[in-house]
């Protein structure tokens, strides 16, 4: 069975940083690209940058250029969101999604397995 864990939201303060991990198991980890994706209340989900599987990145929303950073850990089958200078318009739940194609993409129906989100609040 295929499992995709978001993992690593909470409460912080603008300006203030948030890891997020992406923890995976029961698949070829290495093999997938990983999405990471956002959605925030009474708005559509939003697909923020992905990571393909050899490493190749691609931002997807401007607003979090230069602020957040993706990165993966093949030997753990993890992928990590790093979010910097959080803002208050950055508060969602964050879900992370895995592609067998292994390219990055932002066609959300492309993506084969879904996590369950984690919160993230960035007070003001």
């Known amino acids: 069975e295929v499992q995709l864990q978001a993992s690593g939201g909470g409460l912080v303060q603008a300006g203030g940083s948030l890891k997020l991990s992406c923890s995976a198991s029961?698949?070829?980890?290495?093999?997938?690209?990983i999405g990471w994706f956002r959605q925030a209340p009474g708005k559509e989900r939003e697909e923020l940058l992905c990571i393909s599987s050899s490493d190749g990145i691609r931002y997807y929303e401007d607003s979090v250029k230069g602020r957040f950073t993706i990165s993966r850990d093949n030997a753990k089958n993890t992928v990590y969101l790093q979010m910097n200078s959080l803002k208050p318009e950055d508060t969602a739940v964050y879900y992370c999604?895995?592609?067998?194609?292994?390219?990055?993409?932002?066609?959300?129906?492309?993506?084969?397995?879904w996590g369950q989100g984690t919160q993230v609040t960035v007070s003001s």
């Open positions: 999604a895995a592609d067998r194609l292994g390219y990055v993409t932002r066609v959300p129906a492309e993506y084969d397995y």
């Open positions: 029961g698949l070829t980890f290495d093999e997938y690209a």
